[in-house]
């Protein structure tokens, strides 16, 4: 037979479709480890930590009953949360008024203090709401953020003092629209200071707590959270999927009121958001834990930095089991899409110049490299998850064309598999995310075309018969 022109037999034999199916279960299981969490502190933890024991003493006494504006038990919550500033050592006041947020209005009564720093070149300002809904006590959504801010208020005490101010912003009317928040932007003093906002939120009672919305020119905001958090939560994806939903949060406000800033929330359990079962009983402590690392570490991080004029540029992030946080420029989003698509094209050039039978299986990856190139220009954010799999096609193209011929089509067909496969590292935590924002009945639906697509790629069927 002439170099270059033997007939490569592709079937998968039965040993190379066993390890293809045990190599993609092996990837899925490690993609689906949970990233270790925090164990929360108890109360007597040293005072220089933040002790979710001690926050939650905070959220049981406002998450005793449902405290929407109006009720007499919002006014009992406002004068806790007043007290426990002045405990703490601060002068809190009240700014009262009526907010106006879109097509809702209403009169709210937010609280804030201020802690001085020693030479403040912008203040950090952490934001939670002590407003609930009618429908539930609010643990999570989001007494929890109030004692966050309060927990971290007491824990920067035992510390020496801050460069930079920070300000705490307890706004109410979050649940009526937003009110607080935009009350503060349109008529506080303080409203154009902030150099970055932490808002501490919640659309559940447990799980992850994640960094899920940033600003726009986000890449320092991000680099002080891999510095500040090493096994922070967060992803771009993430984000460009919110920024296209309807949701909104306090952060909203604040963002488009031109502040910088970062959002925090944990959602297992949405089932229980706005229920009766969102009271302290039912609150995942860790989430609090995760929560309160996020505002002390980031309050201590942004705290002791110059907060005039920060960087441009928005960054591609997200997290692994074995590294911190990842976290590029956007820059580079176009040149890899364009290097993986290129290189695809190359790999079924070679395989139809050398007449490799299902040389044509390439072309199936340039489906996504196509859909990565738009994607690439409408949600950047979001590309890694098709660019990282894509590189690895390449790269197990080349490995299936160039391998010597004595080892069979079908372990080339394994690798062809397996090399994208060690991409579901990347994919699984988004499922896992996915699966646990929908709750239990949508998200079983993904997990079933999940599995029939693992059964079909490993089906006796699969054979490269050109
Ligand atoms: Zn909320």
Avoid at 112 to 118: N, Q
Avoid at 284 to 291: A, G, I, K, T
Avoid at 338 to 353: C, I, Q
Wanted: hydrophobic share 45%; net charge positive; proline share 7%.
């Amino acid at each position: 037979m002439e170099p270059g022109k033997e007939k490569v037999s592709i079937a998968a034999t039965p040993a190379a479709r066993w390890a293809l199916a045990g190599g993609l279960a092996l990837w899925t299981a490690i993609g689906f480890t949970p990233f270790g969490r925090p164990l929360p502190l108890p109360a007597d933890a040293p005072a220089g930590e933040f002790s979710a024991g001690r926050a939650m003493v905070t959220v049981r006494a406002i998450a005793q009953r449902p405290h929407p504006v109006g009720s007499a038990d919002h006014d009992r919550v406002r004068d806790y949360v007043l007290g426990e500033f002045r405990r703490l050592g601060l002068t809190p006041e009240t700014q009262a008024g009526t907010g106006v947020f879109r097509r809702y209005t209403g009169k709210v009564e937010n609280i804030v203090a201020r802690l001085p720093g020693t030479a403040s070149t912008r203040p950090v300002m952490l934001a939670a709401h002590y407003d609930s809904t009618r429908r539930g006590p609010g643990a999570g959504d989001d007494a929890h953020g109030v004692a966050v801010l309060l927990e971290t208020l007491r824990a920067l005490g035992q510390s020496p003092r801050l460069r930079n101010d920070v300000i705490f912003l307890v706004t109410d009317g979050e649940e009526a629209g937003l009110l607080g928040a935009a009350l503060f932007m349109s008529g506080h003093p303080w409203r154009g200071e902030p150099g970055v906002v932490l808002n501490f939120e919640a659309r559940g009672t447990g799980g992850a707590a994640t960094m899920f919305e940033t600003s726009q020119n986000n890449a320092w905001l991000v680099r002080a959270l891999r510095t500040a958090v090493p096994a922070a939560n967060a992803t771009s994806f993430a984000y460009e999927v919110y920024r296209r939903m309807p949701n909104d949060t306090d952060l909203s406000v604040f963002k488009r009121d031109g502040l910088a800033g970062m959002n925090f929330a944990f959602i297992e359990h949405p089932e229980w958001y706005h229920r009766p079962q969102d009271d302290p009983g039912h609150l995942d402590l860790r989430s609090v834990q995760e929560q309160g690392r996020y505002a002390l570490a980031l309050t201590r991080e942004f705290g002791a930095r110059d907060l005039n004029q920060p960087p441009s540029g928005d960054a591609v992030y997200f997290p692994t089991l074995v590294t911190g946080l990842i976290v590029y420029s956007t820059a580079w989003v176009q040149p890899l899409a364009w290097f993986t698509a290129a290189a695809l094209l190359a790999a079924a050039a070679a395989g139809w110049r050398r007449r490799v039978r299902g040389f044509w299986l390439v072309l199936v990856f340039l489906v996504p490299a196509i859909l990565q190139l738009l994607i690439a220009k409408a949600a950047p954010g979001a590309t890694y998850l098709l660019e990282w799999p894509l590189a690895g096609a390449a790269i197990s193209c080349a490995v299936w064309m160039t391998a010597p011929p004595v080892i069979g089509g079908g372990w080339r067909l394994a690798v062809l598999m397996l090399t994208p496969g060690s991409s579901l590292l990347l994919l699984t935590p988004m499922f896992h995310t996915l699966i646990v924002a929908l709750g239990p009945r949508e998200g079983g639906i993904i997990v079933a075309v999940a599995a029939l697509w693992m059964l079909i790629t490993v089906s006796p069927q699969l054979k490269l018969v050109a």
